[in-house]
T-cell receptor, first 112, second 115 residues
């Protein structure tokens, strides 16, 4: 699975959009981009995933660049409850091992 | 995710004791996983099961064993607990059906302290 690079930490004002970047310059054509988050000591929570098209669900939007070397997770109206560590993960289409590799992630602090 | 439950949520035990952590899911998924998380570290895979008859070791299986009693239940045992097994333990299930994207859904975790 391709390696990802994320900023260590970010701040965001409550009610504003939070834009979390991720670089995955070695991504290959059969690898998905996933985003999970972990609120302090809780179980990781799936947010969204995509292959090459932009995706949106009730939690967030995922913007993937045309060359697929980077992506951005957008939380459109961040709340205090969105304070968490956000992980960008790249996984092969046919990952037989099943293990999710969580890097260091981005610690997002949403401030009033 | 309420569809994946873990018991107990917190456990304190003593060195040398055998303990079992239980995981149940109502998602109907075949794949289940056990991870541990240590402070400041990422999740590490202990065991995983692709179905009731298929159990595989992860990267840190020594000192642990598992039992897949049914599609919905996957238990983790510490045969003889030691202090460095103090950690946060997560169970997860996966919706993978053999093709396409795979999403893992995690339980709330069990916080284990071995004295």
């Amino acid at each position: 699975d391709a390696k990802t690079t994320q900023p260590t930490s970010m701040d965001c004002a409550e009610g504003r959009a939070a834009n979390l970047p991720c670089n995955h310059s070695t991504i290959s054509g059969n690898e998905y981009v996933y985003w999970y988050r972990q609120i302090h000591s809780q179980g990781p929570q799936y947010i969204i995933h995509g292959l090459k098209n932009n995706e949106t669900n009730e939690m967030a939007s995922l913007i993937i660049t045309e060359d697929r070397k980077s992506s951005t997770l957008i939380l459109p109206h961040a709340t205090l409850r969105d304070t968490a560590v956000y992980y960008c993960i790249v996984r092969r289409l046919y990952n037989q091992g099943g293990k999710l590799i969580f890097g260091q992630g981005t610690e997002l602090s949403v401030k009033p | 995710d309420a569809d994946v439950t873990q018991t107990p949520r917190n456990r304190i035990t003593k060195t040398g004791k055998r303990i079992m952590l239980e995981c149940s899911q109502t998602k109907g998924h075949d794949r289940m996983y056990w991870y541990r998380q240590d402070p400041g570290l990422g999740l590490r895979l202990i065991y995983y099961s692709f179905d009731v008859k298929d159990i595989n070791k992860g990267e840190i299986s020594d000192g642990y064993s598992v039992s897949r009693q049914a599609q919905a239940k996957f238990s983790l045992s510490l045969e003889s607990a030691i202090p460095n097994q103090t950690a946060l333990y997560f169970c997860a299930t996966s919706d993978w059906t053999g093709w396409g994207a795979e999403t893992q859904y995690f339980g709330p975790g069990t916080r284990l302290l071995v004295l």
